[in-house]
């Protein structure tokens, strides 16, 4: 019933800003066309550390990055010059396509009180035919993502077609992706018509074939069956996958089917050719490991995703 429980790796996403990495994993760089997901918080800092938390200009290509929070707040920039808040319950969704790059400040104190932030990233890498596609960003209202209730059962689709919801959140492949909130005794199961399917307990906790799993583990669950999860307690969960892409190259914030096209990136971010935002381009994110080289001059070679 379950190929693989991927238990999240801490990680720093940036000075002082610890986050769950549950993908990509070793044994399984994609679940569908998602390629990343990390989960950030409950994040409390005093107010004179709040600059630590923010991420500054860095640069995508290949992908879709997809922002979700359970609370607190975010303010995202990006090249296209657009400036977006993101709140509590929003979907985000910025396609990096031929490069784009944007920041993540985190610049009210009140929206980190007493541990409110907390947020979940993916990255969605896109077909070989969208690539290169013009860079985009979406915000998505709640008002807009349909909800679904039952006895003990509370849900959003975030993106995608599941249990026969849809929404206007453009992708580009075939994928679900929701936002379960499960009472304690509920019983739920996975959409089907998906090769590959997850479940990614963010709380509280599910029993699944008489064993519970816990927060910070990725159910990945063996195609063509359809399980049962129970909630334990009152639990919180993402559900993610879809139609696989094929092999894809990963390395720092760049995505692609091609290895080439990697190395181009590298060289593209280091020589300024991916434009910072109009609105936040006093500082960046220099290119790891190459900052005195030109790219591809004994700088690692990306990773393989299959």
């Known amino acids: 019933m379950l190929d693989l429980i991927i238990d999240a790796r801490p990680a720093a996403l940036a000075p002082g800003f610890a986050v769950k990495r549950i993908l990509p994993y070793r044994l399984r760089r994609m679940l569908g066309p998602f390629i990343f997901m990390d989960h950030a918080g409950p994040v409390e800092v005093a107010p004179e550390q709040l600059a630590n938390l923010d991420v500054l200009p860095h640069p995508h290509i290949g992908l879709s990055t997809v922002s979700y929070l359970f609370g607190g707040q975010v303010t995202h920039r990006d090249s296209l010059g657009v400036e977006q808040i993101i709140r509590p319950g929003e979907v985000n969704w910025m396609t ?30 896109l077909p070989e035919a969208d690539e290169e596609q013009a860079p985009a960003f979406r915000n998505y ?58 479940a990614y307990v963010a709380k509280g906790g599910v029993e699944v074939g008489g064993r519970v799993y816990t927060p910070g583990q990725l159910l990945v669950f063996t195609p063509g069956l359809d399980p049962v999860l129970v909630a334990r307690e009152p639990s919180t969960l993402m559900l993610l996958g879809g139609e696989p892409l094929g092999e894809r190259f990963i390395w720092w914030n760049f995505v692609s089917s091609r290895r080439e096209r990697i190395e181009q990136a590298k060289a593209d971010w280091q020589a300024g050719r991916i434009l910072l935002p109009p609105n936040d381009n006093h500082e960046f994110v220099p290119l790891p490991n190459d900052r005195t080289r030109p790219a591809g001059s004994g700088s690692p070679p990306p990773q393989a995703l299959s």
Do not use: C
Request: proline content about 7%; glycine content about 12%; aromatic content about 10%.
């Open 96 to 125: 990096a396509g031929r490069g784009i790059a944007h920041s993540e400040r985190f610049e009210d104190p009140a929206a980190l009180a007493s541990g409110a932030l907390e947020m979940i990233q993916t990255w969605v890498a």
């Open 141 to 198: 209202q709640p008002t807009e993502l349909p909800i679904f209730t039952d006895t003990g059962v509370w849900m959003r689709l975030i993106a995608g077609d599941a249990f026969g919801l849809k929404n206007e959140v453009e992708t580009h492949s075939p994928l679900f992706y929701m936002h379960v909130v499960l009472q304690a005794g509920a019983r739920f199961g996975l959409p089907r018509g998906y090769p590959e399917r997850g």
